[in-house]
């Protein structure tokens, strides 16, 4: 079944889009770019809810079987196999359409794939699933301008053309439908053989902010059934730790359409929100979210063997019919436990007991809407903030959210945002994670705070600079009990505050992508509790300070990319508790202290081939891994606004 899309297929004219009952997404799509010419026939089948006998019994009759019923489905089966040998060798092309990730489902694809290593049968499975013990998945893209217009086209006007509708009126409906071949087919069979009033009505409408799911049932229903799917598996789950995929999903629409979702924000969240308190079990969550084809997980950095627990370089992206569906379900949700508001000025349910648990608001401006004020903030627990301006003042309102768990505030311009109203936060006794994006961190430095429940806090993409250099500002004032301190792709870090070093409670220490800092402070052994030292691709990074040796508690220590390091600690071999090194791309080092050979507990190295020359002389027992390195590229336009 793998071997058939091995590369992509051409696309076919629209008269060759095939009519079909199924509520698959990818089905009007995939028939546009199937090898109609490469078989000598070609049979499809909808398997949806059927069972396993009903679909086998069709493929029967569709053979040419004069059986009315076989008495099982292995009769039926043994049947086929009989059948399929004597077309000898002419091919034939299966679709199995709408197929669902159910057990039942993969049992079928089992006996399916069996027969057609038996015969000349190629098989070809659409599915809102991936199957990944039958072979890699082709994903399929929204539609473009082009494609979704022709197929509105087929869709919507009546052959005999017997009315006008204006071109640009058109375009304005198909791009409400957002690529989803679906939705473009089900508007354009409503629109059809209607006057022009109605074509306007239904966008107008829409352009005012109602969602397309109020008017067309059939789009609704089509995609609330991957939802009642999730709803179904965590309803089955024993652990309450895996009840959450349909929360998941819905958390999903709290970020902003068409940018893309950092998981680690996600983790932040479920973290807090679902008790989720090791990072993969998120990722878990996203990785079947992703296999339902309900989101889309993306990793900068393709090292598919390398699971280190950070998750930096991980980010969603949804196609925004889906990111719409969320938006909607939240809003049917009876508890009200999402608020999302899209729009400074947009209208805030009409409920006096909405008690959110997430707030999210997003406002190129940063302006915020004035009916706020009916809405009881006390319960939210996590806020996410979204703006595109130079400066940004948090809500007054924040002070009243004395249950706020997580902050995340994204500035989506190209350079770091001004925050102020910093020191609201000060009067928060639950926040234990902040998030912060594009922010110029000097604007958050300027007045001393005091953050004691802190426990992570999150820099990316923020402008630090001389930040900490102000006196009046200590980090380890403002952070004393933070456990976790996350600094990601802060181009103009030049060196840590010495003070940082005082937050003796600090068990990880993830700096990457900052490529100008240059040194650690020299005190850094005083972070006692230290677990985990991530310095990756800071490549002006030269040496490491004598005291490093004092981290009396650090397990892992990563310095991959860190091109500059010329050499490690001579008495590195005193880090008695160090499990785990990766120095991947430390291309500069020449050899490695006699010391290493003290490292009693290490266990795992990730290297290169030269490096691990190095290790071998020493003959210690452990895992020596090397990894070829791929980069994906495609992750690149997400990070455009």
């Known amino acids: 079944m793998a071997d058939l899309v091995a590369e992509p297929p051409v696309q076919e004219t629209m008269d060759e889009i095939k009519e079909t009952n199924s509520n698959n997404l990818l089905v009007t799509a995939l028939f546009c770019c199937v090898w109609i010419d490469k078989f000598n026939k070609n049979i499809f089948l909808t398997v949806?809810?059927?069972?396993?006998?009903?679909?086998?019994?069709?493929?029967?009759?569709?053979?040419?079987?004069?059986?009315?019923?076989?008495?099982?489905?292995?009769?039926?089966?043994?049947?086929?196999?009989?059948?399929?040998?004597?077309?000898?060798?002419?091919?034939?092309?299966?679709?199995?359409?709408?197929?669902?990730?159910?057990?039942?489902?993969?049992?079928?694809?089992?006996?399916?794939?069996d027969l057609s290593k038996r015969s000349n049968c190629s098989i070809l499975v659409t599915s809102r699933s991936s199957f990944p013990r039958f072979g890699s998945p082709y994903a399929l893209d929204a539609l473009n301008d082009k494609d979704a217009m022709a197929l509105f086209r087929y869709s919507a006007i009546r052959e005999d053309k017997s009315y006008y509708i204006r071109e640009d009126l058109q375009k304005k409906i198909v791009k409400h439908c957002k690529g989803c071949p679906l939705a473009i087919k089900v508007v354009g069979k409503s629109l059809r053989g209607k006057f022009a009033e109605s074509w306007h009505k239904k966008e107008s409408e829409w352009s005012k902010g109602a969602s397309i799911f109020d008017t067309e049932t059939e789009v609704l229903l089509c995609l609330k059934s991957s939802l009642d799917a999730l709803d179904e598996k965590d309803q089955n789950a024993?652990?309450?730790?895996?009840?959450?995929?349909?929360?998941?999903?819905?958390?999903?629409?709290?970020?902003?359409?068409?940018?893309?979702?950092?998981?680690?924000?996600?983790?932040?969240?479920?973290?807090?929100?679902?008790?989720?308190?090791?990072?993969?079990?998120?990722?878990?969550?996203?990785?079947?979210?992703?296999?339902?084809?309900?989101?889309?997980?993306?990793?900068?950095?393709?090292?598919?063997?390398?699971?280190?627990?950070?998750?930096?370089?991980?980010?969603?992206?949804?196609?925004?019919?889906?990111?719409?569906?969320?938006?909607?379900?939240?809003?049917?949700?009876?508890?009200?436990?999402?608020?999302?508001?899209?729009?400074?000025?947009?209208?805030?349910?009409?409920?006096?007991?909405?008690?959110?648990?997430?707030?999210?608001?997003s406002s190129a401006d940063g302006e915020l809407s004035k009916n706020l004020h009916k809405i009881q903030l006390s319960e939210v627990e996590v806020l996410v903030l979204n703006f595109q301006t130079k400066n940004y003042a948090l809500p007054e309102f924040v002070a009243e959210m004395k249950n706020l768990k997580v902050l995340i505030v994204t500035n989506h311009d190209s350079l770091p945002a001004e925050l102020s109203n910093f020191l609201l936060l000060d009067s928060l006794p639950k926040l234990k994670?902040?998030?912060?994006?594009?922010?110029?961190?000097?604007?958050?430095?300027?007045?001393?705070?005091?953050?004691?429940?802190?426990?992570?806090?999150?820099?990316?993409?923020?402008?630090?600079?001389?930040?900490?250099?102000?006196?009046?500002?200590?980090?380890?004032?403002?952070?004393?009990?933070?456990?976790?301190?996350?600094?990601?792709?802060?181009?103009?870090?030049?060196?840590?505050?010495?003070?940082?070093?005082?937050?003796?409670?600090?068990?990880?220490?993830?700096?990457?992508?900052?490529?100008?800092?240059?040194?650690?402070?020299s005190e850094i052994g005083k972070l006692i509790n230290l677990?985990?030292?991530?310095?990756?691709?800071?490549?002006?990074?030269?040496?490491?300070?004598?005291?490093?040796?004092?981290?009396e508690k650090l397990n892992s220590l990563d310095i991959s990319d860190c091109f500059s390091i010329k050499e490690l600690p001579d008495n590195i071999g005193e880090i008695s508790t160090l499990e785990k090194i990766n120095m991947r791309q430390c291309s500069r080092l020449n050899d490695l202290p006699a010391s290493v050979s003290d490292l009693k507990k290490l266990t795992e190295v990730i290297c290169d081939e030269d490096t691990k020359e190095f290790w071998e002389i020493f003959g210690l027992d452990i895992d020596i891994r090397v990894l070829k390195e791929e980069f994906d590229l495609n992750w690149l336009k997400m990070f455009q606004s």
């Open 238 to 361: 024993l652990d309450e730790k895996d009840q959450h995929n349909k929360d998941c999903f819905l958390d999903l629409g709290a970020f902003p359409e068409d940018q893309r979702i950092p998981a680690v924000a996600l983790i932040d969240m479920w973290a807090e929100l679902y008790g989720l308190d090791e990072d993969f079990l998120s990722i878990h969550y996203l990785q079947e979210l992703s296999s339902r084809s309900l989101a889309n997980l993306v990793v900068t950095r393709k090292e598919k063997m390398l699971a280190d627990g950070y998750y930096s370089e991980h980010f969603v992206s949804q196609h925004d019919m889906l990111r719409d569906l969320a938006v909607f379900e939240a809003k049917l949700d009876p508890n009200k436990t999402r608020l999302i508001i899209d729009k400074c000025g947009g209208k805030v349910q009409k409920h006096q007991s909405i008690q959110p648990r997430i707030l999210s608001i």
């Open 531 to 551: 677990e985990v030292l991530r310095l990756k691709s800071c490549t002006y990074l030269e040496t490491f300070p004598a005291s490093i040796t004092n981290l």
């Open 48 to 113: 949806s809810t059927k069972s396993n006998y009903i679909v086998v019994q069709e493929l029967c009759q569709k053979l040419g079987s004069l059986e009315p019923a076989f008495q099982n489905e292995d009769i039926a089966f043994n049947w086929l196999q009989e059948s399929l040998k004597e077309t000898g060798q002419n091919p034939l092309l299966l679709i199995l359409d709408d197929v669902s990730p159910e057990s039942e489902s993969e049992s079928l694809l089992d006996k399916f794939d």
């Open 433 to 521: 994670r902040i998030r912060l994006e594009r922010i110029s961190i000097h604007s958050i430095t300027k007045t001393p705070i005091q953050l004691k429940s802190l426990k992570k806090i999150s820099l990316f993409m923020c402008s630090i600079g001389q930040a900490f250099s102000n006196s009046s500002f200590k980090i380890s004032n403002a952070f004393q009990n933070l456990e976790e301190l996350n600094i990601d792709y802060c181009s103009d870090l030049l060196e840590l505050p010495v003070d940082l070093c005082d937050l003796i409670e600090l068990k990880k220490l993830n700096i990457t992508h900052c490529h100008k800092l240059s040194s650690l402070p």
